[in-house]
């Protein structure tokens, strides 16, 4: 198993070519089980997806730390001159002789590996510093770190995750650690479609909802005695958003739905198979009681 939660994600696992001229060669879709030919085939997804050759990674620039790589930089550091920027602090590269996990910028935590679509949806909420905002689906943690990127420390802005799943929620504690943009973070379990803890009343001393402020102090005690005030618990939450007493009366500015279920049907993640072994996948994934609990990692019925 990986140590580093990020190395589960297919942006980060890339191919080390010996030469610039190295020949890729096309992958063969007959070379596919059929167990999963059919799956495809039901689900009308076409098989040749499996035959792109280049495909780009994308990172953007960990915006909580200073002195980060140019493009230049970037473009040394990756051993490739096919780097380019995508938008500001994003970037995209293809045909690098190093893997992600080896660079220097990667390894000082610079740089963090996220998938462009995720990025885009991120960008799309066009946040401002002072936004309280709902991530569900939060995991593996990539679009955390990039909202906490935007929102900064200067306002009183906060995210809010939500995962259903305790393991993926720990992948994204991991995450905002190891990139130290988790001051206005905090972390639930819980489905996404009947959580209704409200955004924080403050960020440690500071009131973001004035209306809360004159409200006598809701203790332990009186929550544990009203079934409708009980504070949960969050799966994890920085020292600034950690006692928070759930009872701002306001809604989040910005909610963000990207439901990802797994990368288990990635191109790269599929194509890595060719090496381990066809017999491995149909039991790690084609199995039917794995197929039938997909749904569990997506929100359902929104």
């Not at 589960?8 to 696992?13: A, G, I, K």
């Not at 070519?17 to 096309?26: H, L």
């Not at 949806?121 to 909202?147: R, S, W």
Request: aromatic share 8%; hydrophobic share 35%.
């Amino acid at each position: 198993m990986p140590s580093d939660p990020e190395e589960t994600q297919d942006y980060n696992e890339l191919p080390i070519d010996s030469t610039t001229t190295t020949t890729i060669v096309p992958f063969n879709i007959d070379n596919l089980p059929p167990s999963f030919q059919n799956f495809l085939k039901d689900n009308a997804i076409d098989p040749q997806i499996y035959t792109v050759v280049d495909l780009p990674r994308y990172i953007r620039l960990n915006t909580h730390l200073k002195n980060l790589p140019t493009l230049e930089e970037l473009k040394n550091q990756l051993d490739t001159e096919q780097v380019w920027q995508v938008k500001e602090g994003i970037f995209g590269f293809l045909h690098a002789k190093q893997r992600l996990v080896d660079v220097e910028a990667y390894k000082s935590h610079k740089i963090f590996g996220i998938d462009l679509s995720s990025a885009m949806a991120v960008d799309a909420l066009e946040l401002q510093i002072n936004d309280q905002v709902l991530d569900l689906c939060c995991a593996p943690g990539a679009k955390l770190c990039m909202i906490a990127n935007l929102l900064g420390n200067d306002g009183y802005g906060t995210v809010t995750g939500v995962d259903i799943a305790s393991h993926r929620l720990a992948t994204c504690r991991s995450m905002v650690k190891k990139y130290n943009v988790g001051n206005r973070i905090r972390l639930f379990e819980a489905d996404g479609t009947t959580f209704q803890i409200p955004p924080p009343a403050r960020v440690g001393g500071r009131v973001i909802f004035a209306d809360d402020h004159d409200e006598p102090p809701v203790t332990k005690k009186r929550r544990k005695n009203d079934s409708d005030c009980i504070i949960k618990k969050p799966f994890w939450a920085s020292k600034l958003l950690r006692f928070d007493t759930q009872v701002a009366s306001c809604l989040y500015d910005k909610v963000l739905v990207d439901a990802e279920c797994t990368h288990d049907g990635s191109i790269s993640h599929i194509l890595k198979y060719e090496k381990w072994g066809w017999d491995a996948f149909e039991k790690n994934f084609m199995n039917p009681d794995r197929l039938s609990t997909i749904c569990e990692l997506q929100v359902k019925d929104i």
